[in-house]
């Protein structure tokens, strides 16, 4: 039996999120277990939906959670923590939004479990300002470097398969 451990950053009821939490519901309902690896998970989402997230304790979220520049700094390696800790028991790692491919690339070499990245759309960085130009200069090589060690890329349209392929070069399903 196939089972799948989603990694989404942070679940609100909005856009590319509400897309990660629906793809665990119709897994689940097709017979393959699915769970979602979140840093945050909104109260309305929690009560939402019907499976169980694994999260880090709400003292900690909060923290991560207060600033772009705390979330990259401790938000990577806690839910790397998670992962590691959790995926062990999962057939595929699927990550969504940044920085989760880098967190499932690196566990996968760990756990020796496939990665499945789910590209909703683009750009992938949600930083602006001095935050943006360090994303450029410095963290885009790196996420270039991890995205080219994914085993599956699946795109949720023709076009953002297109974006994928010309800025990382692989192609998305």
């Known amino acids: ?3 799948v451990l989603i ?23 097709s017979g393959v ?4 690896v979140s840093l945050y998970v ?15 304790p709400n003292k900690l979220i909060q923290r991560v959670m207060k600033n772009q520049f705390m979330f ?14 959790y995926g ?27 990665v499945v990245w789910t590209v909703h759309n683009f750009p992938q960085h949600p930083f602006r300002g001095l935050l943006g130009w360090l994303y450029e200069l410095v963290i885009n090589p790196i996420d270039r470097y991890f995205v080219k060690k994914v085993d599956l890329v699946v ?5 953002v398969a297109k974006e994928v392929y010309e800025k990382y070069g692989v192609t998305g399903s």
């Open 7 to 29: 990694i989404q950053p942070w679940l609100n009821y909005r856009g590319a999120e509400t897309l990660s939490y629906q793809l665990a519901e119709d897994l689940s309902a």
């Open 1 to 3: 039996k196939y089972s």
């Open 42 to 56: 909104s109260d309305y989402v929690q009560n939402w939906v019907k499976y169980r997230f694994v999260i880090l």
């Open 155 to 159: 795109a949720v349209s023709e076009k």
């Open 88 to 114: 062990k028991s999962f057939s595929v790692l699927n990550p969504h939004n940044f920085p989760t491919v880098w967190v499932a690339v690196i566990a996968s070499r760990f756990l020796k479990k496939p």
């Open 72 to 85: 990259l700094l401790g938000g990577i390696f806690s839910l790397l923590y998670l992962v590691m800790r």
């Open 33 to 36: 277990e699915a769970r979602i």
